[in-house]
DNA sequence: CACGTTGGTAGACAGTGTCTACGGCGCGTG
DNA sequence: CACGCGCCGTAGACACTGTCTACCAACGTG
């Protein structure tokens, strides 16, 4: 099955592949073409020019992270918990396939505003990202809402969209700034390519989402 | 003064206009050695390699980063203004400077390891950066604290600097986020090309600032 | 069997980054 | 004043890239 498929689908393995090996930068189309065996003409019967194929790996790596999402809320039940997860999953995506992650959202890469004749746009693949965050945002305040109602000074929190927007910008930034470096020194661990540290992003993403959502009231 | 000097200089303005009217994605080293008029061997006399041009490039952006944070925060004088005053100077640039923001963490672009004999890692170069937004998370926790201390549930509030990385982290996402077109069409303002609704960032600017440093107590 | 379509090959073209050899210019020294 | 020597920039080559085009071998269908 998987060895005798089609070229467009065996394409696309062998560049997300290489984009998880090297990195984002290097993914010329003939390299890809070389890696599957077949003459650098080849992957232009499937895919009219580079940034089309980049494109479609890239929908694979939001198809992954939806895919991851869905694995890490059916932990548990709880808002609270499946926004934890999706935190999580969301920045352990980033940090593990680095590659992808950066492609994503090269948007100078990728066809993002073009769509393919009938997969929807690329840029609107996040769409259901954010639908899910905001309804966990907003499942989390009612919850919140209804428990307690004393604390005096939270006067006119954001509407659910707002905040499950900074959220979600918080955990990408958080993303990118650590896969650059750059979190790292600031906290003092040696970040060059020493994978230790890996706890420290979990410290900042409750720390994040207690920010946003307001400390856990158990 | 500005127009005759060193071709080393010219060489990165140039690069830099580039970068600013087409995306950072197509600085080719002989377009910038074209525009400055001279022939595409020249830019090797001081530049090694076209990623050490790039890297001399986002140098400069990081330094306007900093000057501009200088020039925001000269407004106010409590901490809160003055990280408000950031907050917008972070993402305004990255908005209306997109394709240096985008050059800047390039790291694939760029030679963020290595040190160009003199000048320091360019890694590092958002270490002050950071240092001072800790400083200003401190100064503006240690404000609160002494006005008021009578509110419960502010049990076990993080250590500023991770406050601190926390809020750098939401502005950078916020800033990629919205560049990219995800966060506009989640707002269901339509992104495509449409420069109206500039105030829609500073909205999440308020509501993030709120969230990592609590409301606003006047 | 002839035929057109599908799926891939191979060569060409413009353009890129890097490397190397070569010129011309100025400047200090004999 | 001549000479030589660095500095600075030019020009060409090389390998490589993405795109385009012509070609070609199967293959199922009439």
Not at 99 to 118: K, P, T, V
Not at 199 to 215: E, F, M
Request: proline share 6%; net charge negative; glycine share 10%.
């Amino acid at each position: 099955m998987t060895e005798e498929s089609s070229l467009r689908e065996r394409l696309i393995d062998v560049g997300i592949d290489l984009v998880l090996t090297e990195g984002s930068a290097s993914v010329g189309l003939r390299e890809i073409a070389r890696r599957a065996g077949v003459s650098h003409g080849a992957p232009r019967r499937y895919f009219p020019t580079h940034h089309a194929l980049l494109s479609a790996i890239a929908r694979r790596g939001f198809e992954d992270l939806a895919a991851m999402f869905e694995a890490a809320a059916a932990g548990t039940t709880t808002p609270r918990g499946q926004l934890e997860a999706l935190a999580r999953a969301y920045v352990g995506y980033a940090l593990e396939r680095r590659g992808m992650f950066e492609l994503m959202w090269r948007h100078d890469l990728l066809d993002s505003a073009a769509q393919a004749s009938d997969q929807p746009r690329l840029r609107e693949s996040t769409l259901p990202l954010f639908g899910h965050i905001t309804g966990l945002v907003a499942r989390c305040r009612a919850e919140r809402d209804g428990a307690q109602r004393t604390d005096g000074p939270n006067e006119a929190a954001p509407p659910p969209a707002v905040t499950a927007a900074a959220l979600w910008a918080n955990l990408h930034g958080i993303a990118q700034l650590w896969a650059w470096g750059s979190l790292q020194l600031a906290f003092g661990t040696p970040p060059p390519d020493g994978d230790r540290g890996d706890d420290q992003p979990d410290r900042l993403i409750t720390a994040v989402l207690d920010a946003h959502l307001g400390p856990v009231t158990s």
